[in-house]
C-alpha cells in the first residue's frame, strides 16, 4: 500500500501530541510532505525528547509494495542531484533478480525539516537485512548475512554516491561489519554527504551485553563512559539494541543507541522518568509519549472506509564527545489496506 505523506499525516496531527509536535513544526513538517512523491509504506517523526522543537521527517519506501517502481514513474519530477541516485539505485534495485532486489527489503528516507521551506534533499538508507520484516531462517550464519552485507555495500554505495566508495572508508566499513559480534547484524547504511559529512551511517543490531566490547574492538573514539551508561539505561528494556556508526576513514567519535518500545507500554516507564531526571526529556515530553497509540481508526484519502493505523515507537540516546546525551523519540506509523478499499 502506497500513500501520499501529507494528507497522511494531516489525519495523523490529531494523534500527535502537542508537546512532542508543536503547531509550528507541524507545519514545517506538512510543507516537506506536500513535496514528496506518494510513495510511504510508512513513516516516522523523529522528535527531540529536550527543549528543541525540531521534528524532522523519516519515509519507508517498501520495495515489496512497489515503492522503488513508484519512485521511477516520478523521473521527470526528482531532478536534483541526490534525487538522480536515488533513481539510479531504484532502477536496480526493482530489477527482478538481482543483488539490491533480493537483499534491501525496504529504504528509508530521511529529510532534515529546518522551518517551512523547500523539501530538503533527502538522505538515503537502505534496509540491507532481508529479513528485517520477518522471522530469521534458524539455519542462517552470522557470516552468511555479513557476506551479503559485504555484497550490497559494494554495489548500492557507488549508486548513493555517484562515485566510487573511498578506499579508506569502505575498509573501515568492513572491519565494523566483520568485527560484530556472534548474534549481531547490519540493518541498514546509507552516506551522509546531503548533510555535507563525507561518511557512511552504519546500523548494526546487537544483543545489548556486547556492545561495550564492540565499541572497544573497533576502536570507538568517542566517550566511552558516557556510551556506557547510555547503554545500561536502555538494556534493562531490549534483548537487543541497534547501534548507529558514522564510519570515514576511521570510526567516528558520534554514536546513536536506540531501542523500540511498545505504544503505551507502562514498562518503560522507569526509563522515561530516568530520561527526565536527567534532564534528557522535559516534564511535558514525559507526560506526552505515552499518548502516541499503538493502533488508530483514520480515512485515507480516496478511500470509502476508515483503515487502520499500526502505529511504533522507538527511543534513541546519542552521544557525542564534550556534549550531554540527546535524547529522541521516532513516532512511527503505517496504514494497513482497508477492506473494501
Same mark, same amino acid.
Given at each position: 500500500?502506497?500513500?501520499?505523506?501529507?494528507?497522511?499525516?494531516? %489525519?495523523?496531527?490529531?494523534?500527535?501530541?502537542?508537546?512532542?509536535?508543536?503547531?509550528?513544526?507541524?507545519?514545517? $513538517?506538512?510543507?516537506?510532505?506536500?513535496? %514528496?512523491?506518494?510513495?510511504?509504506?510508512?513513516?516516522?517523526?523523529?522528535?527531540?525528547?529536550?527543549?528543541?522543537?525540531?521534528?524532522?521527517?523519516?519515509?519507508?519506501?517498501?520495495?515489496?509494495?512497489?515503492? =522503488?517502481?513508484?519512485?521511477?514513474?516520478?523521473?521527470?519530477?526528482?531532478?536534483?542531484? /541526490? @534525487?538522480?541516485? #536515488?533513481?539510479? &539505485?531504484?532502477?536496480? @534495485?526493482?530489477?527482478?533478480?538481482?543483488?539490491?532486489?533480493?537483499?534491501? !527489503?525496504? #529504504?528509508?528516507?530521511? &529529510?532534515? #525539516?529546518?522551518?517551512?521551506? =523547500?523539501?530538503?534533499?533527502?538522505?538515503?538508507? !537502505?534496509?540491507?537485512?532481508? =529479513?528485517? &520484516?520477518?522471522?530469521? !531462517?534458524?539455519?542462517?550464519?552470522?557470516?552468511? =548475512?555479513?557476506?551479503?552485507?559485504?555484497?550490497?555495500?559494494?554495489?548500492?554505495?557507488?549508486?548513493?554516491?555517484?562515485?566510487?566508495?573511498?578506499?579508506? /572508508?569502505?575498509?573501515?566499513?568492513?572491519?565494523?561489519?566483520?568485527?560484530?559480534?556472534?548474534?549481531?547484524?547490519?540493518?541498514?547504511?546509507?552516506?551522509?554527504?546531503?548533510?555535507?559529512?563525507?561518511?557512511?551511517? %552504519?546500523?548494526?543490531?546487537?544483543?545489548?551485553?556486547?556492545?561495550?566490547?564492540?565499541?572497544?574492538?573497533?576502536? @570507538?573514539?568517542?566517550?566511552?563512559?558516557?556510551?556506557?551508561?547510555?547503554?545500561?539505561?536502555?538494556?534493562?528494556?531490549?534483548?537487543?539494541?541497534? /547501534?548507529?556508526?558514522? #564510519?570515514?576513514?576511521?570510526?567516528?567519535?558520534?554514536?546513536?543507541?536506540?531501542?523500540?518500545?511498545?505504544?503505551?507500554?507502562?514498562? &518503560?516507564?522507569?526509563?522515561?522518568?530516568?530520561?527526565?531526571?536527567?534532564?534528557?526529556?522535559?516534564?511535558?515530553?514525559?507526560?506526552?509519549?505515552?499518548? @502516541?497509540?499503538?493502533?488508530?481508526?483514520?480515512?485515507?484519502?480516496?478511500?470509502?472506509?476508515?483503515?487502520?493505523?499500526?502505529?511504533?515507537?522507538?527511543?534513541? %540516546?546519542? /552521544?557525542?564527545?564534550?556534549?550531554? !546525551?540527546?535524547?529522541?523519540?521516532?513516532?512511527?506509523?503505517?496504514?494497513?489496506?482497508? $477492506?473494501?478499499?
Amino acid at each position: 500500500m502506497l500513500v501520499a505523506l501529507d494528507p497522511s499525516l494531516a %489525519l495523523v496531527a490529531p494523534l500527535l501530541p502537542s508537546a512532542l509536535v508543536c503547531p509550528g513544526a507541524l507545519r514545517a $513538517l506538512m510543507a516537506t510532505a506536500s513535496e %514528496l512523491p506518494p510513495v510511504a509504506s510508512g513513516a516516522a517523526l523523529e522528535c527531540r525528547l529536550g527543549s528543541s522543537e525540531r521534528v524532522d521527517l523519516v519515509m519507508a519506501v517498501s520495495g515489496h509494495a512497489g515503492g =522503488h517502481r513508484a519512485l521511477l514513474r516520478r523521473r521527470g519530477e526528482l531532478v536534483s542531484p /541526490v @534525487w538522480r541516485r #536515488v533513481l539510479d &539505485f531504484c532502477a536496480e @534495485w526493482a530489477r527482478p533478480g538481482s543483488l539490491l532486489g533480493v537483499e534491501v !527489503p525496504a #529504504v528509508w528516507l530521511e &529529510f532534515d #525539516v529546518v522551518g517551512e521551506r =523547500h523539501a530538503p534533499p533527502p538522505l538515503v538508507f !537502505p534496509c540491507v537485512d532481508r =529479513h528485517m &520484516f520477518g522471522a530469521r !531462517p534458524p539455519g542462517e550464519t552470522d557470516e552468511a =548475512h555479513r557476506a551479503a552485507c559485504a555484497q550490497v555495500i559494494t554495489r548500492a554505495l557507488p549508486l548513493l554516491l555517484g562515485s566510487e566508495l573511498d578506499p579508506a /572508508v569502505d575498509a573501515a566499513l568492513a572491519r565494523c561489519v566483520a568485527l560484530l559480534p556472534q548474534r549481531a547484524h547490519v540493518s541498514y547504511l546509507g552516506p551522509l554527504a546531503p548533510r555535507g559529512r563525507e561518511a557512511i551511517r %552504519l546500523g548494526a543490531a546487537l544483543p545489548s551485553g556486547a556492545i561495550s566490547g564492540y565499541l572497544d574492538r573497533i576502536g @570507538w573514539p568517542g566517550p566511552t563512559r558516557q556510551a556506557e551508561e547510555a547503554a545500561s539505561m536502555l538494556a534493562p528494556y531490549a534483548s537487543r539494541i541497534s /547501534v548507529q556508526l558514522d #564510519v570515514g576513514a576511521d570510526v567516528l567519535p558520534i554514536l546513536g543507541l536506540e531501542i523500540e518500545c511498545t505504544p503505551g507500554d507502562r514498562s &518503560f516507564a522507569p526509563l522515561l522518568d530516568a530520561l527526565s531526571a536527567r534532564g534528557l526529556c522535559t516534564p511535558a515530553k514525559r507526560e506526552a509519549l505515552p499518548l @502516541w497509540p499503538r493502533e488508530a481508526q483514520v480515512a485515507l484519502p480516496n478511500h470509502r472506509w476508515p483503515s487502520r493505523i499500526n502505529g511504533w515507537l522507538s527511543l534513541k %540516546l546519542v /552521544v557525542r564527545p564534550d556534549e550531554p !546525551p540527546e535524547a529522541k523519540v521516532y513516532l512511527g506509523f503505517a496504514p494497513s489496506l482497508p $477492506l473494501f478499499g
